[in-house]
């Protein structure tokens, strides 16, 4: 007996197999925030592989491009921290301990030379007429023998910015500071201004002394340099090749051998003169201070040699 032959039943219908949604927030997030198409990225991978789902292409791309960002992001960041670490090094030191600027790294040269007395040190102090009328009215320091003990004189400059303390060096420059005396006791600095700030990598000075604030007045007579210029011969080249002023050193200014008068500079920073600026003594910790936020303010008209930005006027000038 024969049974009749049915037809073959159809095949299922074919449902299409959705993808990932996991897939597709890996690839989006992974431009977006990388760590989290990362996260995304295996979330997906680990789904797919239970249920059967598309979007595995998608998955490894969010995961590939989640780690190319962010390896990128790590390399611009710390790129960016060693930039930061490098520029506040920088920045450091161009300025000193409370915040003002100056020179990078100290000028190169030869330091002062050592000390030996001259035969004739204080034997004989002249103060002859200038070329150029007082700035003021004042009477020449008495001349002739000037004692060279103490050694050490103290002296205090009361100016608008704060008080400059003066130990002044009587052993080894007499007839300079016979002449600081005298203009400080006759009150030749009072009520004048200190005309010169430079802020230049190799001279950092504040200029005072002048009572017109011009730069060209001086009281009238002139003096010889001393130490430094009293330790060399004067054929010697050495005084035309520059040395270093240490930071805190008292320096009489001048416009040639011979020409001191009353202007004296301030030296807030190391710095190269020729060893033809008399040293006549050094300025105390609260003197620097007081030069360190003159300078900090720096110069007017943003330059590096000229007036001070703050006006820097001298009250008084006495000795202690």
């Not at 292409?57 to 960002?69: D, H, R, T």
């Not at 006759?186 to 010169?196: I, L, N, Y």
């Not at 009293?230 to 020409?259: E, F, I, K």
């Amino acid at each position: 007996m024969s049974y009749p032959s049915w037809p073959p039943y159809p095949p299922p219908p074919a449902y299409p197999r959705t993808t990932n949604a996991w897939a597709v927030a890996a690839l989006v997030c992974a431009f977006l925030f990388a760590p989290l198409g990362i996260v995304f990225g295996h979330l997906s991978l680990s789904q797919i592989k239970r249920t059967g789902e598309d979007g595995r292409g998608l998955a490894l791309a969010g995961l590939i491009i989640g780690y190319v960002m962010t390896a990128l992001t790590v390399i611009v960041v710390v790129f960016s921290v060693l930039f930061l670490v490098a520029v506040a090094q920088h920045v450091g030191e161009l300025r000193v301990d409370d915040g003002s600027t100056r020179s990078a790294a100290p000028p190169s040269g030869d330091r002062l030379p050592a000390f030996v007395a001259p035969r004739n040190l204080g034997a004989n102090c002249q103060y002859p007429k200038g070329d150029l009328p007082a700035g003021a009215p004042v009477t020449p320091p008495r001349t002739g023998r000037v004692p060279t003990d103490p050694a050490k004189i103290s002296a205090s400059v009361s100016t608008s910015q704060g008080n400059i303390g003066l130990e002044l060096d009587n052993g080894k420059s007499p007839c300079t500071v016979n002449n600081f005396a005298s203009l400080a006791q006759q009150g030749f600095f009072d009520d004048t201004t200190c005309h010169r700030l430079t802020t230049a990598r190799s001279l950092n000075v504040l200029q005072c002394g002048d009572p017109t604030g011009t730069g060209a007045g001086g009281p009238g007579y002139r003096f010889p340099n001393e130490y430094p210029t009293s330790q060399y011969r004067l054929s010697d080249p050495g005084l035309r090749r520059p040395v270093v002023y240490p930071r805190g050193t008292l320096v009489m200014a001048n416009t040639g051998p011979g020409t001191n008068g009353s202007q004296f500079m301030l030296v807030y920073g190391d710095t190269l003169l020729p060893p033809t600026y008399t040293v006549f003594g050094t300025v105390d910790s609260t003197g620097l201070a007081t030069l360190d936020r003159i300078a900090a303010r720096g110069v007017a008209g943003g330059a590096d040699d000229g007036k001070p930005a703050a006006e820097v006027k001298i009250i008084s000038a006495r000795l202690d």
